[in-house]
């Protein structure tokens, strides 16, 4: 039987009332203490902050209450010689709204907003609640907007909505040197031309400033009118001048109008200073609005390292002279018109005997000028290549150019030493081109192409200054006048540059019709040009003309690219004051009146080209519109005696002519 165990009780003691409220009491000093202490130190920190604030607390209240944007000042402008503005900067108004600003309007309100924004932009009601209920802080409504528009906006008095003014490029000249100019992206970056080569000159220097905040975050200050002029690019004088320009573009164009070419280019340099007054390609562009296609941005007069054909012999026969081994009336045997070099054969187009030198240059005798390279040697011969600006860049500053290509004396062999003498195989630009005949017009000084003749910075003192700059002299003042005499027999009856003459002026200039290599071979494709001086004796200006690919009518340089070549001369010259020589104010032969170009063709009257020669129809009982518009872009010497219906012709019907070779015609 178990025992139970007894647990004794123990008494807690009642606590009073009174003691209870002491110990409360007690802790709620101890607590209220605490707190006192603690908020004197919050107190103490902060007067101290007011009084001395660490750098750390100015950052972060600068954080909150500023933010810092990064300007870029106006980009520099592009002018011509004359100082008209090719290329400059102009604020253009942006309108931009605030969606988060929106979002807290009554839908109401932003219907309403959205529909006047409508009217003002000229935008669809639902492109701009769409653009207005984007995310962010900053979504652009439209860009280059009229100032009458960009009022008009303001005038809603939206605080969500805002003008601000960006800088957008402007080429007035639209279309004009385009290749050269050339154009900024949407980043303002140059791209292609003085744009992309010059860009760290002409684009505007930096600024970081900073902007106040309001309460709810929106920029108080306007960086629109923060003072930029100080740090605005620097301006750019060209050598280019408007109206030649012009002139050189209108003349190319007429060359797409009647020969449908893959491109066509031109160059006019002032031959005394190595300036560039019109550089112009054809297709062209307007770099106010880009096109997708890339070709009409090319500027061939640099990019282009072609083979130049006969444009290159005057160089030759200028080598030769200058080394005495032969001289203007040296008969040379041009072998009727086909030469065996080794295992490899070279022709003529236009076939001769025994000629003179200077009748080598008149008939462009790819014999000829051959001879004298092999009697040269390359050693010899190749460096007057170099001496006249061929294998090397000229430094004009335009992106992407070429330096063409020479070939070197030790590799060289004898077939290319003799197709060198006549430009097959060589490559060079037509800058170079017409550089290489400027050397001759003056006086065998080769000069530096001179585009760039200052550059100006913000104040308009000039930072950069190119003079004319002689680089050597690559033959003697003798060698070079007998040359330019020599080319001017090129455009007299007989040679192969007729359509080149210019009433009042001597020319002395060059043809070349070359083979065009593609995929590595020649092709039945040709480069037609036609290189020269005028007036030839006292050169002004050389001009070059490059044809590529003609399709429509002839494909020789003397048809496809002299007339081009005798209007950009003639009309350049009287707007430079040039006056003609009365002397030579003779009346232009018939054959080469412009007005012939306009006529519809005569089915019955077709010249026939055989691949070497024109087959000559009987003219005899045909009217003189008749016979000139058969003749037309024959480039056949024509004389026309009297009026009314041909009664004779001499050579008769059926003769074999080739371009450059006379036909008389009379008329009763």
């Known amino acids: 039987m178990s025992t139970a165990i007894e647990i004794p009780r123990v008494e807690v003691p009642v606590e009073t009332r009174s003691s209870v409220r002491r110990r409360a009491r007690g802790r709620a000093r101890i607590i209220g203490a605490a707190l006192v202490l603690a908020l004197s130190g919050l107190a103490a920190r902060g007067a101290q902050l007011c009084v001395e604030p660490s750098d750390r607390v100015i950052h972060a209240g600068s954080m909150l209450r500023y933010d810092q944007v990064t300007l870029r000042a106006r980009r520099g402008e592009i002018l011509d010689r004359n100082g008209r503005r090719l290329a400059f900067s102009v604020e253009t108004p942006t309108v931009a709204v605030d969606p988060q ?23 669809p009601k639902s492109d701009v609640l769409e653009r207005m209920q984007r995310s962010g802080r900053y979504v652009k409504l439209a860009s280059k907007v009229h100032p009458k528009v960009a009022a008009q906006v303001d005038d809603l008095h939206v605080e969500a909505l805002w003008t601000h003014r960006d800088p957008q490029r402007y080429y007035p000249e639209e279309n004009l040197a385009s290749q050269v100019v050339g154009f900024v992206d949407a980043s303002g970056n140059g791209r292609a031309g003085l744009e992309q080569a010059l860009d760290d000159e002409l684009r505007g220097g930096t600024v970081i400033v900073s902007r106040r905040r309001d309460r709810k975050g929106l920029d108080v200050d306007r960086p629109a009118a923060v003072a930029l002029d100080a740090n605005q ?62 070709e009409p941005r090319k500027n061939h007069i640099v990019v282009d390292a072609i083979e130049p054909g006969s444009i290159f012999k005057p160089f030759t026969i200028a080598a030769a002279v200058e080394l005495g081994l032969t001289s203007p009336d040296e008969k040379i045997d041009c072998e009727g018109g086909s030469w065996a070099v080794g295992r490899s054969r070279i022709h003529d187009d236009h076939p001769h005997g025994v000629v003179t030198l200077t009748e080598v240059m008149k008939y462009s005798s790819n014999i000829g000028v051959a001879k004298l390279a092999f009697r040269m040697g390359a050693d010899a011969f190749l460096p007057y290549l170099h001496a006249f600006g061929f294998g090397q860049l000229s430094g004009v500053p335009l992106p992407g150019e070429r330096r063409g290509r020479v070939r070197d004396a030790k ?17 060079a630009t037509p800058l170079q081109l017409a550089m290489g005949i400027a050397t001759l017009g003056n006086e065998g000084v080769r000069m530096k192409p001179r585009l760039v003749t200052r550059i100006d910075d913000a104040y308009g003192v000039p930072e950069r200054i190119q003079k ?86 002839s494909k020789y340089g003397g048809l496809a690219a002299a007339p081009a070549w005798a209007k950009i001369a003639e009309k350049s010259l009287r707007y430079l004051g040039v006056d003609p020589d009365p002397a030579l104010l003779v009346e232009k032969p018939v054959d080469d009146m412009v007005a012939v170009e306009d006529l519809p063709a005569v089915e019955s009257l077709d010249l026939a080209w055989d691949g070497d020669a024109w087959g000559v129809p009987d003219f005899r009982g045909r009217p003189v519109r008749d016979v000139l518009v058969a003749l037309k872009g024959s480039g056949l010497a024509v004389e026309m005696f009297g009026s009314g219906e041909a009664i004779a012709q001499d050579p008769p019907a059926g003769t074999p002519l080739t371009p450059g070779q006379k036909i008389s015609i009379t008329f009763q």
């Open 101 to 123: 600003l929106i979002a807290e309007l009554p839908p109401d309100e932003v219907d309403s907003i959205a529909a006047k924004l409508s009217d003002i932009l000229g935008m």
């Open 411 to 427: 590799t060289i062999r004898p077939i290319e030493l003799a197709t060198t003498a006549f430009g097959q195989g060589t490559t």
């Open 233 to 294: 690019g620097m301006d750019v004088h060209t050598t280019i001048d408007r109206q030649i320009q012009h002139i050189t573009e209108e003349a190319l164009l007429e060359i797409v109008t009647l020969s449908a070419p893959v491109s066509a280019s031109a160059v006019v340099v002032d031959i005394k200073t190595g300036d560039i007054l019109a550089i112009a390609n054809v297709p062209e562009f307007n770099p106010n609005a880009m096109p997708e296609d890339s």
């Open 468 to 553: 004319p700059t002689p680089v050597e002299r690559a033959i003697s003042i003798e060698t070079a006048r007998q040359t330019v005499a020599m080319m001017a027999t090129v455009t007299e009856d007989g040679g192969t540059g007729t359509r080149a003459r210019v009433p009042g002026y001597l020319v002395a200039g060059k043809t070349g019709t070359a083979q065009k290599v593609k995929d590595g071979h020649y092709s039945d494709a040709r480069i037609s040009s036609f290189v020269g001086l005028i007036p030839a004796d006292h050169p002004v200006l050389a001009i070059a003309v490059i044809v590529d690919e003609p399709t429509i009518g």
